[in-house]
């Protein structure tokens, strides 16, 4: 696996149930897994792939900075972005089955990508898309009524 320039980390209150629901859920791997020390089980790292792609960081809530949305009313200051190769209907169908929140049914977007939003266990948020056709910036501006300034697309 090539290693990803940015690698999102989160934070759970029970990170190893977390690694079963992401695995159930999403249908996430583990690479790596760190247990905390006996006297400090927060101190707990695990990072998991998705079909051998890409690379997220799960922890534990290690001090008062770093809590879970079930902790904090369910506020998320990020939203973790997966693409897939294969069927995002699929994916959100093996999501919902787990017990995970749809918050949007997959649809198609106006840059040629198949989306759904999601919350899991804990509340947070993620959004998985495939490509299902493909779009010049021309059409995408054209379909938005908006201009687009992208440095990698055409």
């Known amino acids: 696996m090539d290693t990803p320039v940015f690698t999102s980390a989160v934070t759970y209150r029970d990170p190893k149930a977390a ?3 992401l695995e159930s859920a999403f249908g996430f791997e583990v690479t790596m897994a760190i247990e905390g020390p ?3 089980p927060e101190m707990c790292h695990y990072e998991m792939s998705c079909a051998g792609r890409g690379r997220i960081m799960v922890g534990a809530e290690w001090n008062d900075r770093m809590r879970s949305p079930i902790h904090v009313g369910g506020a998320n200051t990020q939203t973790v972005h997966v693409h897939l190769d294969r069927s995002v209907d699929e994916h959100c169908q093996r999501a919902r089955a787990a017990g995970a929140e749809i918050l949007a049914d997959p649809d198609d977007q106006f840059y040629g990508d198949r989306t759904y939003q999601v919350l899991d266990l804990e509340g947070h948020r993620w959004s998985f898309s495939q490509t299902v056709r493909t779009v010049t910036r021309a059409e995408a501006e054209a379909a938005i009524g908006q201009p687009i300034v ?4 055409d």
Request: aromatic share 20%; glycine share 0%.
């Open 150 to 153: 992208a440095t990698e697309w």
């Open 38 to 40: 006996d006297d400090a």
């Open 19 to 21: 690694l079963a629901w």
